[in-house]
């Protein structure tokens, strides 16, 4: 038997599958790691957790399988994206690994986008100006840790790490370096005007290698520990969010793939390089010709977890006794509410927002409650708020590649037969779910076996995702969310001038 060994490296876990050639799961398992929130705004990790990780659940699928060196094909990776890591002259890490939920930059990401000089660069980068990315991490840090940035070598990410430590080379993939803010996507390159604001050279950041390029030569201290041939190629692959794309089979024009997991996106992929003229979405390479633009939002199934940890505490802990999810629980509950929640909005962002507002001191809000409203109403709109931001994001999205023709939908939350019909429904388009799980995974592994010469073509996947569930909207609740939706996003633009003064006041006074 021949296997793709797929890896995904998450913001709170890596996961791992394995596949045989026909993109069947042959073995599955997943590592988390600690998030470190000692400040405000401060996201990090520690690179070596992730590092344990990875060969963990490497290892783990392998023995699973029972799988023989020999038949381990290759090996292919999915990464979360804008991570930064600082490397001293002895390649030894200066920092933790900063997130992209990292919000400490948003000081210089604001000056960027208010003197102009941000939109030149967005304009040749496609990266939106925002605290979660590197460019901006690299400006706060040269600014407030001058004695870190003096000592940095490579300024690289999670990914390149960990191929750092495996083989001992820094190599970055075009995807990955797309997501930096510091990478020309019309001419494949580290650009000029981003370093120069930086004040780095193109030494400090890793070599540039497309993500179907492959590597041997495996250190033998991991070769021994995973059980298969230093000479096993690893592919460098791709960023998450565009393998994810390609692990739902949505690399064809017009088709949509909408994720929520923690966080969300929307993306849908196009056969070159485009930005959008008001610096809302991003544009990242998945090969040289084919291009994932699209928006991402912090607040997914975060969103779901603080309403069950903070107004369903008591249904948390019976929950627990009974061994059942409390996520199923809040869904049954929610679904005995009409659609649109009797009134009651919901703004998602308890965690600042990325697209479609773009605002790092975005906070959340509950809008129209009355004495009717009860917990129930809570969780809906709490779910439905999620979904309509989703919604804003793909209307931006519209106006570059036009009107979708199908959705494909992953993550966490599709597991839940109320969130799959109210997507539907506040999309008003049919939306697909494929069975297929870990969607960046297959994508990472499916790119494997296309660098390897396994598959012709990426569109393979397409007898890999298995069966698929497709729910139509519903016109009663379409026509309820079509009178909510621009209520919604008024009231987002009203609310937007007081954002930054709530979240300084909050900021004054946390403990």
Known sequence: MDYMLGVDIGTTSTKSVLYDMKGQVVAYANAGYKLYQDIPDMAEEDPDDILDAVVEVMGQVIRKAKAQASEIKGVSFSSAMHSLILMDKNDQPLTRAITWADNRAAKYSDELKSNGLGAEIYAKTGTPI??????????????????????????????????????????????????????????????????????????????????????????????????????????????????SNLGVNAIDPGVVAVTIGTSGAVRVVVDKPVVDPDGKLFCYALTKDKWVVGGPVNNGGIVFRWVKDQLFAPERIT????????????????????????????????????????????????????????????????????????????????????????????????RSSLWRQMLADIFEQPVTIPESFESSCLGAAVLGMYALGYVDDLSAVKSMIGVTNVHQPNPNNFEVYRELLPIWIRLSEILEPEYKEIAEFQKKHSN
Not at 329 to 355: M, N, V
């Open 319 to 414: 929950a627990e006794q009974m061994q059942v999810s409390t996520y199923d629980i809040l869904t049954q509950i929610a679904e005995k509410i009409p659609a649109g929640s009797d009134g009651l909005l919901f703004h998602p962002y308890l965690g600042g927002e990325r697209a479609p507002i773009w605002d790092a001191y975005a906070r959340g809000s509950y809008f129209g409650l009355t004495r009717k409203h009860t917990r129930a109403h809570m969780v809906r709109a709490a779910l439905e708020g999620i979904v309509y931001n989703l919604y804003v994001v793909m209307l931006t999205i519209e106006k570059i590649t036009g009107k979708p023709k199908r959705i494909q939908a992953t993550g966490g939350f599709a």
């Open 130 to 243: 925002h605290p979660m990315a590197p460019l901006s991490k690299i400006l706060w840090l040269r600014h407030e840790r001058p004695d870190l940035f003096k000592q940095t070598k490579k300024f690289i990410d999670l990914k390149t790490y960990v191929f750092f430590k495996l083989f001992g080379v820094y190599k970055m993939e075009y995807s990955i370096a797309s997501a930096t803010g510091m990478f020309n996507i019309f001419k494949l390159d580290w650009e000029p005007q981003a370093l120069e604001l930086l004040q780095i050279t193109r030494e400090q950041l890793p070599e540039l290698v497309e993500p179907t390029a492959a590597i041997t030569g495996l250190k033998n201290q991991y070769s021994d520990i995973l059980g298969i041939s230093s000479k096993t190629p690893f592919i460098f692959g791709a960023s998450d969010g565009v393998l």
